[in-house]
């Protein structure tokens, strides 16, 4: 069943980018925006594919991935419930410069950037305030990777753990024994380490019975653990 302008309009309103709007600006986007749907695996689109379409996910989790001249693709962000990708779509038709694929079934609504550019022209302030919210979430990016670049590896693991401890309790997941399905490859790459040095620490937190892993699952048995080792 195809979800109601009031149930977009909600969503839309948990979007960062769209935060700052006020409920008669969420409802002009929600008219426009469309629902689809993605399964595991499917690609959303390509790196290099023309850009023309943000999407905000209502359900599922869906990745960015690059990919090497050797063969190997890097993982760039993951994305779930509430979260919003290709969203400078809005702004130009750039060529798109990551691939985003489906990790299991995704339900989204996609928003033209043509449709939101015209919004834009005919509200002013519309424009105004996505550009404040997209200049915080830059602004966010680049503390972040700031914060990155002085960090150990252990740093980084265990804080990529701790967030995606945190999206997975905004979707249902209790204080303790958190599953996460996820790669150790795809852990690596979002903390910006070797697959080798995430894959030793991972086993440090195993032993300390802080963890436990499976194939493309890791379960955090003691969350407050990881703040150990976030500095």
């Given at each position: 069943m195809a979800a109601s302008t009031d149930d977009t309009a909600e969503l839309l309103a948990g979007v960062p980018?769209?935060?700052?709007?006020?409920?008669?600006?969420?409802?002009q986007v929600a008219r426009v925006?469309?629902?689809?749907?993605?399964?595991?695996?499917?690609?959303?689109?390509?790196?290099?594919?023309?850009?023309?379409?943000?999407?905000?996910?209502?359900s599922g989790h869906a990745?960015?991935?690059?990919?090497h001249p050797d063969g190997r693709t890097i993982?760039?962000?993951?994305?779930?419930?509430g979260d919003i990708f290709g969203e400078l779509a809005m702004?130009?038709?750039?060529?798109?410069?990551?691939?985003?694929?489906?990790?299991?079934?995704?339900?989204?609504?996609?928003?033209?950037?043509?449709?939101?550019?015209?919004?834009m022209q005919e509200?002013?302030?519309?424009?105004?305030?996505?550009?404040?919210?997209?200049?915080?979430?830059?602004?966010?990016?680049n503390e972040r990777l700031a914060s990155q670049s002085f960090q150990t590896v252990q740093?980084?693991?265990?804080?990529?753990?701790?967030?995606?401890?945190?999206?997975?309790?905004?979707?249902?997941?209790?204080?303790?024994?958190?599953?996460?399905?996820?790669?150790?490859?795809?852990?690596a790459q979002l903390a910006g380490s070797s697959r080798e040095s995430a894959s030793r620490f991972l086993a440090v937190l195993e032993r300390a019975g802080a963890v436990s892993q499976g194939r493309g699952k890791l379960t955090v048995h003691d969350p407050a653990v990881l703040e150990r080792y976030v500095y």
């Open positions: 980018v769209f935060e700052t709007l006020a409920s008669e600006d969420l409802e925006a469309v629902p689809r749907g993605f399964e595991a695996g499917e690609v959303v689109f390509r790196e290099g594919d023309e850009s023309d379409t943000c999407y905000v996910v209502r990745r960015a991935v690059r990919a993982t760039l962000a993951s994305f779930g419930p702004f130009d038709d750039e060529r798109r410069s990551a691939t985003v694929e489906a990790t299991d079934r995704v339900e989204a609504v996609a928003v033209l950037g043509a449709d939101m550019r015209r919004l509200h002013a302030d519309l424009s105004a305030k996505l550009v404040i919210s997209l200049g915080r979430r830059l602004r966010a990016a740093s980084r693991v265990a804080t990529v753990l701790a967030q995606l401890v945190e999206q997975a309790r905004t979707e249902g997941a209790g204080e303790n024994d958190v599953l996460l399905t996820i790669t150790q490859a795809d852990i």
